[in-house]
């Protein structure tokens, strides 16, 4: 089993940064990949960015160029940064982990930290 425990979110004005931060633990788990969902209220929640083992990325068209995601594995920890956020980026935001391929449905879910920007 794989526990995924968020931090890192909060409120911060608009044109303002923010990283979350993603630590994986368990035990006997393999990852292949990691992404990041949001969900803002009354909207469905998408995958933001994901990253595999191999390097590869996906960025969704609303955040490309202002968020990064990266992977750091000897710490187990998947992190985004956010620059120049709008009040459009405020959401509830999950980390997400893949054993196998990045899709539509994760095989592990963090419980979510809010991320708000104020106009």
């Known amino acids: 089993q794989v526990q995924l425990v968020e931090s890192g979110g909060g409120l911060v004005q608009a044109g303002g940064s923010l990283r979350l931060s993603c630590a994986a633990s368990?035990?006997?788990?393999?990852?292949?990949?990691m992404g990041w969902y949001r969900q803002a209220p009354g909207k469905e929640r998408y995958l933001v960015a994901a990253v595999d083992n191999g390097g590869g990325t996906y960025n969704a068209d609303s955040v490309k160029g202002r968020f990064t995601i990266s992977r750091d594995n000897a710490k187990n920890t998947l992190y985004l940064q956010m620059n120049s956020l709008k009040p459009e980026d405020t959401a509830m935001y999950y980390c997400a982990a893949y054993k196998s391929y990045i899709s539509d449905t994760p095989d592990y879910w963090g419980q979510g930290t809010q991320v708000t920007v104020s106009s």
């Open positions: 368990g035990s006997g788990f393999s990852i292949n990949a």
